[in-house]
């Protein structure tokens, strides 16, 4: 059986972890592989799944073999037949002796950050030659001249699968103590960073005709809504009212649990890499909040992304959406574009259901990794 | 050793032991991504062309060759004729020139350094700034003074286009930098 190392270096936030978590499970459920993920720090991936013990050196969890990346790197470790370093982590300098000592040298993968950026195309798939061996830089986006998406056949089926009952019975167990469910309740799911947008849209939200619910798990827009509420602190588990809207305080959410959050909603607000891509596959409208980087380098992501995902639909709420997003990552006036988006929701769930179909068409990364790699073996 | 980052067109590079020319670098970075530089080349030995990808601070082996201080002559097709300042005739590929060819035109005085490898003239450097003549490029729009919008001019004597500010005129000659080819400033 094909062996497989993925480099997983934890930069901040759960991100990168939960990126290369997907994938390496994913290989390791739908393919023939064994697959080595190499997790630098073990404590952050335990918050994302509580079964990963921080003090072990090798641990197995769901067929996926998960090595410690400590600083003191054995120069014994032998490469494997296929080595990702994830987000151009670099190798230990040891490892690559090894890959280039090999008898069948690996296929050495730099798997980057997702940009639906024109470049990503022209780069995709190119060899980068390094000391003798070939590194191939491997990027995941939106069309066909790149890698796609991570997205688990077993995720979609169970998306298919999912109905509003099971919504219902998820939002019951998640926030047991809400008020009940009318017919005409609005769900949104909230993740989100520190955030200049939040205020004015909870107080448009908060003099709304129909109840809205809101899912808001733990994170760094927490402290924001506990100062809107003038309150010491808020509880995960408790339940808030703010005029129209009911706010619910969700714990860190394992993974799956999080993907059944995102198909319970109406509407997803979701942030960084990871949960946005979960949100397109959800197949529901979203509102991505990008991570935002100095120099506002992070905002050409977001163009180039807005560019094709709103490709397809009416011009005024395209641009309503656009006025939205933009103001939802640098601040602003939400009101006008808030009011058309809601007005519209119906063709907004259409276009996000049309939008995670097409991504579907285009194969997942993983399986577009497994056959790029085959093809280089060859 | 350079950085993908600070590697240009004519520059010769060692891959695997073989030395490619670098005909074209394209220099991207967004976001967390990493940043990155594509270069197109062409084997010296082998003449065959390639696509790699590195991170731009990727260190990369940049050969030093024999230069010499040249002008430029004449093309005669395929081949782009420089003279040393002893008149000897030195014949550069057209396709070796990469981005660089872009921006010969008949008549230009810009002391040129041709490169050799194994005795045979492969690449030509430009000086890093080189004044050209705008010959074409639509009117200013009035109002736009700010120096940061741009339009397409394209060049005398060659089919180069660029983006230049909005107050660049037809005739006007500009600055452009060979590093990147880009506008820097009306001459």
């Not at chain 1, 499970?25 to 697959?35: N, W």
């Not at chain 1, 939200?205 to 506990?226: A, E, M």
């Not at chain 2, 395929?78 to 035109?105: C, K, S, W, Y």
């Not at chain 2, 120096?147 to 001019?153: F, I, L, N, Y």
Request: proline share 4%; with cysteine.
């Amino acid at each position: 059986m094909q062996t497989w190392s993925i480099f997983c270096r934890v930069v901040d936030n759960f991100g990168d972890i939960g990126v290369c978590w997907r994938l390496a499970r994913q290989l390791a459920h739908e393919h023939p592989l064994r697959i080595t993920l190499w997790v630098d720090d073990l404590a952050i991936f335990a918050k994302i799944r509580a079964e990963i013990n921080p003090n072990l050196a090798e641990q197995k969890l769901e067929s996926v073999t998960i090595r410690h990346w400590s600083e003191q790197w054995s120069a014994d470790i032998q490469a494997n037949d296929v080595v990702i370093e994830t987000f151009a982590c670099d190798l230990p300098t040891a490892y690559i002796e090894q890959m280039r000592s090999s008898t069948t040298p690996p296929i050495w993968i730099n798997l980057d950050y997702l940009s639906a950026e024109d470049w990503v195309s022209g780069c995709h798939g190119l060899p980068s030659p390094q000391q003798g061996l070939s590194k191939y830089f491997f990027f995941p986006g939106f069309n066909d001249k790149t890698g796609g998406l991570i997205g688990e056949q077993s995720m979609r089926q169970q998306r298919r699968a999912w109905q509003s009952a099971d919504a219902k019975q998820l939002r019951q167990q998640l926030a047991p103590k809400r008020p009940a469910e009318t017919a005409d309740t609005q769900y949104i799911s909230l993740f989100a960073y520190e955030n200049s947008a939040l205020n004015a849209w909870l107080h448009r939200l908060k003099d709304s005709p129909n109840p809205i619910h809101l899912f808001v798990p733990q994170g760094r827009v927490l402290p924001q809504i506990t100062q809107l509420f003038m309150q010491a602190e808020l509880h995960a588990g408790e339940v808030y009212q703010y005029g129209a809207v009911t706010i619910s305080i969700l714990p860190m959410l394992p993974q799956d649990q999080y993907d059944q959050l995102l198909w319970s909603c109406d509407l997803n607000f979701v942030r960084g890499e990871d949960s946005f891509v979960r949100a397109q596959w959800a197949g529901l409208p979203m509102v991505w909040q990008i991570y935002p980087q100095s120099e506002d380098t992070h905002l050409e992501k977001l163009v180039a992304f807005l560019q094709l995902y709103l490709a397809d639909l009416p011009d005024e709420l395209a641009q309503a959406l656009r006025d939205f997003y933009y103001t939802w990552n640098q601040g602003g006036d939400i009101a006008q574009s808030w009011t058309i988006l809601n007005t519209e929701r119906e063709v907004l769930r259409q276009h996000a259901k049309n939008w995670a179909l097409r991504l579907a068409a285009q194969g997942d990364l993983a399986t577009n990794l497994v056959k790029f790699t085959q093809s280089k073996l060859k | 050793m350079k950085t993908a980052h600070e590697v240009r067109s004519g520059n010769v590079i060692l891959v695997d032991g073989q030395p490619l020319v670098v005909q074209k670098t394209e220099f991207s970075k967004s976001g967390r991504n990493s940043s990155v530089v594509k270069i197109k080349s062409k084997g010296l030995l082998t003449g065959s062309g390639s696509e790699v990808v590195y991170k731009s601070d990727d260190k990369l082996e940049v050969v030093t060759l024999e230069k010499l201080d040249c002008t430029y002559s004449y093309f005669a097709d395929p081949m782009f004729i420089f003279m040393d300042a002893e008149f000897n005739q030195h014949d550069v590929e057209a396709d070796n020139l990469g981005d660089t060819r872009g921006l010969i035109v008949d008549g230009m005085e810009d002391q040129c350094q041709v490169t050799f490898y194994d005795g045979k003239a492969i690449s030509v450097e430009l000086p890093t700034v080189v004044v050209r003549e705008v010959e074409y490029t639509e009117p200013a729009v009035r109002g736009d003074t700010s120096g940061k919008v741009m339009k397409p001019a394209k060049l005398k004597g060659t089919d180069f286009e660029l983006p230049v500010a909005a107050f660049i005129e037809i005739g006007d000659k500009i600055e452009i930098d060979t590093r990147t080819n880009e506008f820097k400033k009306r001459a």
